[in-house]
DNA sequence: CGCCGAATCAACCGAATGGTTGATGGGGCG
DNA sequence: CGCCCCATCAACCATTCGGTTGATTCGGCG
């Protein structure tokens, strides 16, 4: 039996979820085996912080859990790829447990950061449900479980790395996500126009751009940085 | 007995919908009413056309649907939106029949555009199962069942003359968002670089922006458009 | 019918942006 | 020390963008 501490703020997916795991389609045939065997969700958390103290409370009752299902994005509080950095560096008086990050976008940078982090696998949520329970037990025997496309991505990733902004460009792509002219963005910078355009020239090749709007959108795709608040 | 189609294009969403519909984890106190009783998931489909596919088969079996519970955003084939106006209308030989969307975004645009489809209401996927259940049931006698998030966007609206774009408008500032240059927006729309150009002026001046980089940092701000997708 | 707003287009102008070449100085690293 | 990357700046040029004026068509509305 596979004790599961479930992680997703969406109350619909927890117990989707819960019902995909614990009741298997089909069951399985002939006599119970290590590759079969059951899956029992025995807590759920709505972020990463409660997830944290959760399996922090099952594991000073003695009530082990085997592995951690684990979204990556989380409305508010602690986000996904934190809260498994925590787990598996055993923070906040937890022992290390496997997670298995289970998300919906296949984005790089989410990918990077969730096995950077040190999750055991990466699916996604749109997968059938006896991928994700044969996930669930590699997961937990400590093997890696990844989507085929998650898996696909990397191999991408490897032939063609993603290049590098310097801290500086990052800096310059915030400012020019709110709407700065290049003018502007010089003055704001301490810098001459003519060094914003050099620098903007290096983002776009190292994005594969041409222009400020689509550096700006891929930049935030890709998670470099993000919207600016209101 | 309230009769439920279920349409979204992910298996773990819809297995945590039909746990949350049909096992309510409070079961009703005294006898059963009209405002308590039982919701059966007793279809499912994973895009737009299935799910208009579906429905008529279902009618043509005399196996009636009381409600059709629509995602929105669907990985490919139809989308919700479409989804549901063919289904108000009646088009592709099904009966009308209420419409309930349940999403994950609460961006003006999609609520819009799933009202303006002639949905029943608009919930968001964080809700509690109490509340998802008492919007089926809202919607399946003919209410109207939105959630509070969305209903204070619409009141909100209200307040603010929020100034409108016209779906024109929206269209450009979408198209705007991928990076494209005023020709290629031009080429994309089938009309001339300068009808861009007078579009542009009238989306700056409503936003109160003078360019399109601070056009689209506004618009996603204020949830007129989404980061598109990578 | 006349009015108005939305959508379309044209022509024009100045300003901003993009793209290039080339140059300087400072750090880090073998 | 030499090499390379980063950040800085200059000058130049073509393209694009922002903004204006003016015009046409079409549909809705009083």
Redesign the interface.
């Given at each position: 039996m596979i004790r599961v501490l479930l992680v997703d703020?969406?109350?619909?997916?927890?117990?989707?979820?819960?019902?995909?795991l614990e009741d298997p389609a089909i069951p399985s045939e002939g006599p119970a085996s290590d590759d079969t065997q059951g899956i029992r969700v025995v807590a759920e958390a709505s972020d990463g912080a409660a997830a944290l103290e959760e399996l922090r409370r099952r594991q000073t009752l003695g009530e082990d859990i085997d592995l951690v299902l684990m979204d990556l994005q989380m409305?508010d509080g602690m986000d996904g790829a934190t809260a498994t950095r925590k787990i598996r560096q055993g923070e906040g008086g937890v022992r290390p447990v496997p997670v298995l990050v289970l998300t919906?976008?296949d984005?790089d940078s989410d990918i990077l950061s969730a096995l950077e982090a040190g999750a055991s696998g990466y699916m996604l949520?749109?997968?059938?449900?006896e991928r994700?329970r044969s996930a669930v037990r590699a997961a937990a025997a400590g093997e890696t479980a990844l989507a085929p496309e998650v898996a696909a991505r990397l191999v991408g990733r490897l032939r063609n790395p993603v290049p590098q902004l310097s801290a500086r460009e990052v800096e310059i792509l915030e400012l020019?996500?709110?709407?700065?002219?290049n003018r502007a963005l010089a003055r704001a910078l301490f810098i001459s126009e003519a060094t914003v355009k050099t620098h903007l020239v290096h983002i776009y090749a190292k994005l594969g751009?041409d222009?400020?709007?689509?550096?700006?959108?891929?930049a935030?795709?890709?998670k470099i940085i993000r919207?600016?608040?209101?």
């Open positions: 703020d969406h109350p619909v997916v927890r117990a989707g979820l819960k019902a995909m409305g919906t976008y984005s949520k749109d997968a059938e449900s994700i020019l996500a709110t709407g700065l002219s751009v222009n400020r709007t689509a550096a700006i959108t891929t935030v795709q890709q919207v600016p608040d209101a």
